[in-house]
């Protein structure tokens, strides 16, 4: 270990490695001779994206840890969203490079496409780690032609992945940080049961609605009111927690019952003090998914753009792939969810005076 | 008719006619007594999404304008590009429009959008006759609950729509473009027949691929093979001009047999001075496309995010509605395709230098 | 006023008053008969400009609201950064905007240009207005050839501008309520003093790093140590109310001296739960001056492309003008020059417990 | 050399020689055993920075080796603008990097700063040859602390930047291939001589706006006029190849006086299917000079942010100079100039049809 008053001076280069960064390019065009202009630009688009994946990694692991504590410290709120943001300014980044990829023309790829074969996109182990740790279930993933994801990769890399398997998910963590949640209980107060007659006067409210709906065919009609059946439903399995468990075992739900209220009641009453860093922490979380959603999609454009339809260099058909992983690999559905079962907030059951005071600061700080 | 020198002095608020556009803001809360904040800013985004759309028409009219000529004159090729390019420079403001949305959160919106009932998106009447006038076809449009989405209009406005499906699309004037285009058939150089040999042995290399890829399964490998020899077959439909017209009918190819050659011809020969703009033609109508499936994918998570799977106030799942569009509302899915039929630039054709010297300018610019 | 219930159906056209809105660009070259194509861009960029800056005024108006409380509540602080990043998001379309401005070249400008005059960007009052709102002072401001920037305005929106000099701005407001917060006091605990002997040690230490940097000269080195000495000097200044009193009253420093250490004070312990949220407070206000400094900038490159040297039709040189006020216009300095004041982490005394306790909440939250 | 049959399997992680590229970042508070969460931000930016340039400078090395030939081919021009775009796409990218390097605060900072003594962004070497090949003439360059900026730099990186100032810049190169240009004469037909008579018409007009114009009092009047008077002056150096070697020597010009007036040209005809691309070139030439002004600024403003008036890590002021080398490194201000002197294109000379006819295609391709 170095003091800091013994240090040498730092010179940029070499502090940033340049000598290696910037040797770590070898197009596999010009070992045939015939460099083909726009590898190297294919090949420094990817590496900037595992250097921001590394990144990512280093900002989740970070939340994964304060999670990770038995006891998760308010103080620690402020840096966790903070961590997400900077995910999400990131991956900002990673759109904008989508668009840089886009100026290499699918003639300009063709003259190396072939000499890449069989590698691929798939194998990027970090952001494989990324979706692990965010909370991507296993059995969840997309097939690669009927093989199980980690077959594409190297033994070590594959011990890597299924490693991230046995760690707890950010998801997981996050779950059971809700379900330890104080607010769902307030003492006397029953706020569910409250809360529940307020939904019932907005259902009521909704169907009339539908069925005074002047745009709506006879048909039409019906099949509002099933969906709007199937919405109520939903309300009942919010409120009962062996309804909620089934609507879970069948995959339509992930977190746990408690977990799911507590997020509802986190987002209903996000203002009060005490909920106001919880809120963000769950929109952050929410952007963040919505963020590797996007460039997902934009990822599967670029690729049909690029080979049409082609058979990608790893063996299957990209664009589909990628496509289909952009609305099946996101993981917080139940946060996108939410909304379903929001009222509006002028029929929102008002807080009794001792939980709203049990939710703010108690320095004299009135006038902060 | 005002001369030039008579005019009045201008005032800038006068010349944007500011009076009316601040004035046209009236959210429906505010009529009941208790405005909701963020109503102001539901509208204003909607708004400026309608001024950038009639801007966008603005642009489309007049590129349509100048392929309606029976001789589209070289001097105009650039200005369709730059009337494109600027299409998508407005579309990248399109998308910073929804993160402007996806401020306001559900609970936000909850406070006035029972008051919107049945109003709806859908009902942008400049957003349909851009897509009309792109080219999206009456049919392929997504029914919104079985109906015709005329239906949604008043009278003068699906009048208008009608009007629109009347006038040849951008698509229509492209294609009749492209078939008129003299590349296609060079004196006695019998382009497609060298290109077919060229592309031939390029098959044989892509199969020899599948079958000695490693990392594919047997059921794996069959399974690309299948979809190689429906990658063969494209190829002989690509040269055959009645296999071409059967694909066509079966909904999978749109550009006739002849503009369909003549842009793979331009986009293979791009570096020739007189394919250069033409080129960029085709890049901009894909990026264009690009940019409105970008923005539907984003729109459609953007409510599910508002409203979970509530119903929209259009009496629709909005999500699944908007998500469908983002693929099946496509235009220039040939123009992607293309990539399908390329060969490396190694294996094409030259053309013959009677045929190159015919392609450039014949001022004394060799030093240009 | 409208009952709820009572309510017509709404139509998307009519909600968004489209008849007008989209009949509100009156090209002045259209009146001479010969109209020119990109006037029409050029207004509906300004005219989205301006439902923008409606737009940021509704939300800088609700955040001026909530500072004008004697006291503000906890309960505010969230809303308000939600406000200010709003404002944010926006300024990214606002930049997004020079870009599509710009596809339009000068020559496309020259064709309607002298038929604006004298009308001028200038003469935006509602982007005065947030200036004015935002706090930029009276006498601050750049005046335009030697005349106020009222002058150029007609008598009501001159009032109007007149007017909001007399509000408070958001710049007083935030000051008033940095002053008034309890941070800065804490029974016994002289935390100023064990402050400025933390930063006697890092001035130290700074001086040394510059005495032994071999990469300077003699020259170099004395003018180093002047320009140490002057940020010695500054330390000086921030604890000794008076010599701060002097920096302010040479227009080098704005906020209230208390107020300015409160700043300080919550950026160096914004972990502390209860300073979360004002940490985000004052982020979002220096995001929101950093956006129209930018914004300023890019404009006035944007106007050198557009009409290079020329007078601008406001009669001045835009370009200069603008350039100008990117620097000066800017209202939080003092926010930015808070970095000056820092050090590091590891050297910040400890608060002592009871002040740490007196920043948390106080239900059993421990693991929320 | 590598046969294309011979090959090894290829694997994604190795081709970007991951385990190389992931192992390169070394934090500098890690070895003091306390490693600083923001430092590996900060070295991944900078080393996304360094990956982003050397993509760059491979562009820009193709523009270049393009326009080193001695008669630039007319089928490389679309490729110079493509190559050109790209860097441009890629700015977008350095920029949102400023955004993201913005989400660590000046507390983060100090937590390792002290540590990069005297290490510094003024020594990223790529970024200085990617100024020296724009065209940034060595005299022209901010000294650092009086010093040549060669100073700061190794003995081989000073020997790489020495090498660069020998090699003739792209500007160099765009201004003989410029002066080469066959476009400013026209046999007969004294194009010039009817542009001054244009001219002369316009600032007639011009001055008469001035005299007339309402808002300026006689101060201001005066002003005006003397910067018009200035305006016209320009004019006469336009037309004057000796007064024109004056504004040169003098500094405020750059280009030669043909290659000046070819670029004039090629602007205000760029219709013409010959100068369409030669038009585009032009165009993102100045885009990229805009990029990197931008860049430039938005980074004075965040080194602002993150150590207020505190002496940089290099030893200087780092907002001031980032400043001031926004605006002083700009290399392309002659084509900003340019529509210093454009007319209207009512106004324009019209071509004579000889002239016209030259500058089009020859292929029987009216209707392409």
């Known amino acids: 270990m170095v003091k800091r008053g013994d240090r040498l001076p730092v010179y940029y280069h070499d502090y940033l490695q340049l000598d290696r960064l910037l040797d770590a390019q070898a197009p596999e065009s010009a070992k045939t001779g015939d460099e083909a202009h726009d590898e190297l630009l294919f090949i420094i688009v990817h590496q900037a994206y595992e250097l921001w994946f590394k990144q990512i990694l280093h900002e989740l692991d970070e939340v994964h840890a304060i999670f ?5 410290p308010e103080r620690s ?7 997400l943001e900077r995910v999400v300014a990131i991956q900002r980044i990673l759109l904008d490079q989508v668009d840089v990829l886009e100026t290499m023309t699918p003639l300009d790829f063709l003259d190396f496409r072939d000499l890449l074969v069989p590698a691929s996109g798939f194998q990027s182990v970090q952001f494989r780690l990324i979706e692990n740790l965010l909370g991507l279930e296993h059995d969840r ?7 199980d994801y980690t077959s594409r990769f190297t033994d070590s890399h594959r011990a890597l992945l299924e490693a991230s398997h046995e760690r707890p998910s950010l998801f997981e963590l996050v779950d059971a940080w809700l379900q330890r949640t104080p607010f769902l209980h307030f003492g006397d107060f029953e706020f569910w049961k409250t809360y529940r007659e307020a939904v019932d006067r907005m259902l009521a409210r909704d169907r009339a609605l539908i069925e005074s709906n002047p745009n709506l065919t006879v048909e039409g009609r019906s099949e509002q009111i099933a969906h709007f059946d199937a919405a109520a439903g ?8 062996s309804a909620y468990e089934e609507v879970r075992a069948a995959g339509e739900r992930r977190l746990g019952h408690e977990a799911f209220l507590a997020a509802l009641l986190i987002n209903l009453y996000r203002d009060e003090p005490i909920l106001q860093l919880p809120f963000r922490v769950l929109q952050a979380l929410m952007n963040v998914d ?10 599967s454009i670029m690729v049909l753009r690029m080979i049409g339809s082609k058979i990608g260099t790893g063996g299957t058909s990209g664009h589909d792939y990628l496509r289909k992983t952009a609305t099946r690999h996101r993981v917080w559905t139940d946060l996108f969810d939410l909304a379903t079962f929001f009222i509006p907030r ?3 059951p008002a807080l009794p005076p001792s939980v709203v005071g049990a939710m703010r600061f108690h320095m004299s700080v009135g006038d902060v």
């Open 68 to 72: 990770s504590q038995e006891s998760v």
């Open 77 to 83: 709120m402020g840096r966790v969203v903070g961590h």
């Open 141 to 147: 993933r997309m097939k690669i032609n009927e093989a």
């Open 234 to 241: 939903g309300f009942d399995a919010l409120f009962d927690a």
């Open 290 to 299: 919505e963020g590797f959603t996007t460039w997902r999609y934009r990822h």
């Open 346 to 348: 002028s029929e929102l």
